[in-house]
């Protein structure tokens, strides 16, 4: 901690610079300050004989860097990839472990470093907070906010096959699925006919979204990583409550253009609990769902 790092100081023990190298802006930030103390110490030992010893005065820089640090902008690294809530091999056969390592390490990965990058030196707000005005924020905003964010919403709404087959709608959930499609297969057959190549195509998603009268569901797709929180995106904002990636990097080791397959299957590993707690969620707030990371 940083007091155990003062108290080392000013006892006079030896502290390895490498202490200091898994923060390289701490280091950066001291090394300013020091040089401006130590020409300080110099001119006061001269001024006054009772001058604070040099050992204490470079505790004190030391102290006053890691807090200069510490109270930096924290949007340069606001944004961090949520760990999946199961293993990698736990939706198999329905979506293989090397796609999802793949997927959630590397592509999902690239899209928080960019947008972190995009936020430097920003205030520092949740990652929902920048979708509705992704498209006037640009592109960096708009293509790595909207890959976050619908990345983390993806995860979570998945549940290994065992467990997802034991999961169902909510009453409230059932009900708008009945009022706004007629039954669960028609809903289905909605979504999965948006999915198909013709109707997506190239790289996007496929939504269950609430409207912002929380009385009704529709099944609607974007384009890239845009999402329908999106303003600009759709006629209106709507809320999510259940996503699919149909970019081939969410498919292609296992199905290679075998999309409506890989859509077909994907209804395996659905954790109906957790669309219903979205749908919740958004029927009672009229808002986005929160996502991790």
Not at 50 to 62: N, V, W, Y
Not at 91 to 110: F, G, N, Q, R
């Amino acid at each position: 901690s940083l007091s155990l790092l003062i108290v080392a100081i000013q006892k006079g023990f030896i502290l390895p610079y490498s202490f200091f190298e898994y923060q390289i802006k701490m280091k950066l930030a001291l090394a300013s300050l020091l040089i401006g103390s130590t020409a300080a110490f110099s001119m006061n030992m001269k001024a006054d004989s009772a001058a604070t010893s040099r050992r204490e005065i470079l505790g004190k820089t030391l102290a006053a860097g890691a807090a200069a640090v510490v109270a930096g902008p924290a949007a340069a690294n606001a944004y961090a990839v949520p760990d999946l809530p199961y293993a990698f091999e736990a939706l198999e056969p329905y979506i293989d472990a090397p796609t999802m390592k793949i997927h959630h390490d590397k592509h999902h990965a690239t899209y928080v470093a960019n947008i972190n990058k995009a936020m430097e030196g920003k205030d520092e707000k949740p990652i929902l907070d920048l979708m509705a005005d992704a498209l006037d924020a640009g592109p960096a905003v708009r293509n790595n906010g909207g890959g976050h964010y619908n990345h983390a919403f993806f995860w979570s709404e998945m549940a290994p096959a065992d467990q997802a087959k034991n999961t169902k709608p909510s009453a409230e959930l059932q009900a708008l699925i009945d009022k706004s499609f007629g039954s669960m297969d028609e809903m289905k057959a909605k979504f999965e006919a948006l999915a198909a190549p013709g109707a997506t195509f190239g790289s996007g998603w496929v939504w269950v979204v609430v409207n912002q009268a929380g009385d009704k569901l529709d099944v609607v797709n974007t384009a890239n990583q845009d999402n329908p929180l999106m303003k600009g995106v759709k006629d209106e904002i709507m809320f999510p409550i259940l996503g699919l990636d149909v970019w081939e990097h969410a498919y292609y080791l296992k199905y290679q253009n075998r999309r409506p397959e890989y859509v077909s299957n994907w209804w395996n590993v659905v954790n109906w609990d957790k669309v219903s707690e979205n749908c919740a969620y958004v029927v009672k707030n009229h808002a986005g769902v929160p996502v991790q990371g």
